[in-house]
Structure formats: C-alpha cells, structure tokens
C-alpha cells in the first residue's frame, strides 16, 4: 500500500457531509435506542456539520471571510490552520452579507437550541432526552441539505459532486427513521396542543412548540420532557438571564409583572407566531397586548397611541 493510497481526502463539502452522514448514523433507530455515547456525538457532529458548511460556504468568496478578522489574513497561516475562525452566528450573517441575501438559514432558534446543546454536552456534561436531540436534530438536518442544494453547489465548481450526491443521498436515507421516530411521539400530542397556540412555547431543547403555559404548577415540554420549574423561574431561564445580573444593572430588564394575575411575563415566540415576539404570562397564560409604558407592566394596552393600560388611562382621566 502506498502512501499516496493512505492520504485522507475530505475537502470542505464533503467534510461537512460526513458529518451529517455520522449524525444520521449515531441517532438512527438501531435494534434498540441509540446509546447515550451515540446521542452525545450526533450533537457534537451535528454542530460540527453546521459549522463546516457554512465556513465552506464562506471560502467560495475567500478564505478570508471564514476568519474571524478577515482583514488579517494570511494564506500560509491559513493553510496551516493557525487562524481564528467565525463563530456560526457571524457565519450566517456573512453568508447572506457576502455570498447569497436569499439564502434559507434557519430559523434561528434551532441553530441555537443545537449550539447550545453542543455547549453543554461539551463542556459541562449533562443529562439529555434522546427525544429531545432527535427533534432538534431533524429540522437542522432538512435546513442544511436544502442549503448544501440550493446555495452551496450551485457556487462550487469542485470535481467531488458525485461523492457529494452520494453522500447526500445517505443522509436523505438515515434522516427519515429518524423522522418516523419523532413524528410517532408528535403524534398523541397533537389533541393537547390544539388551539392552544397562543401559549405554546418553543422548547429551549428539542426546538418544537411543545411547551404549554396552561397554569400547571411546572412547566415542562410535553415531547421531550424537559421540565423549566415553577411559572418564575421559566421565564427568566427563557430569557437567558436572571433577576440579580438585573438588580445590578448587568443585564435588561425582561421579565415583566403580568397586570392579570400578577404573573411572570416576557416577551417570545409561540406557536400561532414562530417569528415573531408576542407577550406571555407564564403563571396562568393570561391573553395580554403588550407592556404599558406608564405602570411598567404586561396588560392589555387600551391607548395604543402612548402604550397605555386601561388602569393608567383611568387614572390620567380622573386627574382632570
């Protein structure tokens, strides 16, 4: 055997794709459930795979846009790895910058919900529902191969793209047991998730709307499992931060009093608005407009002129 026939070759697209093809291979249904060893590298790979492609994406307009100062680039330092590279986030935002405004990437909170994941089973350690990684894993999946389709070959003019079809054609393959897996624990849920829309939060795990804010005294994911704790406590962990970095003037305010019932209330995407922000109490899911700007609570807002509750339009009429 000679050395030539030893050489690893996996250029860019393809390196992105093996990763797929491993993530596909490590949370597919076997003869029983994945091993927590498979679940833990599907994450890794799969956050990998993000990563690779979109930087893969980026080199086809210059290797330098795949650094993270592009104005210091250097060919021999980048041929050698010694570089800094873009984060996912800033990756996304220069692939429709610089290469393709049109480009489908996202939603967002599934690149995050994966990053975020990736962070803790790589850094922490942790405890994770295998339903939870099987859910998030496949919108991610479905969003990178129309982006490798759509936006990625049509700009690269490599001689691989018959090991690319391939491989893609296996990650096709390996995605849909996944699939069936998931949608047969979707579907008993679909009765308790009707028209409660307006109060169903995307998880911060498996990235479905499945998180129902119905006054239950714990607030948990109703296909993962994943549990936020009691109404207060799922808000702040909902908004990423917490009431003492707030107090201190760390961070924002972004938890509100619900003007209803005297809930938890923030701002966040639901069911019946995936992309946008839309305001729920978390203590019983009140109906609530919007936040007042006089009293500083969430409540119907009854002037929207001036972001005015009812009570605050009340009391300004009295004065006169």
Known sequence: MTNESK????????????????????????????????????????QAAVETLLKARLALEGNKWVWVFPDGYDEARHQAGDFASVGWEEAVKRVKRQCAPETEIGPKRIYRALAKMRNRFQHLGVSESHTAVEALAIPVLDNLLRFVTADLLP??????????????????????????????????????LKDQEETTLACLSCARFTVIVD??????????GR??????????????????????????????????????AIRTAVASAPDRGSWVCFQY????????????????????????????????FAKF
């Open 7 to 46: 050489r690893i070759h996996f250029p860019p697209i393809l390196n992105g794709l093996d990763y797929l093809e491993s993530t596909v291979e490590l949370l597919g249904p076997k003869k029983g459930e994945p091993s927590a060893r498979d679940v833990k590298y599907g994450v890794l790979h799969l």
């Open 155 to 192: 700009n690269d003019d490599g001689a691989d793209w018959l090991d690319v079809d391939r491989s893609m054609e296996r990650v096709r393959a390996g995605l849909g047991p996944i699939k069936e897996l998931v949608a047969l624990r979707l579907d008993p849920l679909r009765e308790q």
């Open 215 to 224: 006054g239950s005294d714990t607030i948990t994911c109703a296909l993962c």
């Open 227 to 264: 549990s936020y704790g009691a109404s207060s406590e799922a808000a702040w962990e909902y908004t990423g931060t917490d009431p003492y970095l707030v107090a201190k003037g760390r961070d924002s305010q972004m938890v509100y009093d619900c003007a209803e019932c005297g809930g938890a």
């Open 285 to 316: 899911g009140c109906q609530i407009d919007g936040l007042c700007e006089y009293c500083g609570q969430v409540a119907h807002i009854a002037f929207e002129e001036a972001d005015m509750c009812q009570d605050c339009l009340d009391s300004r």
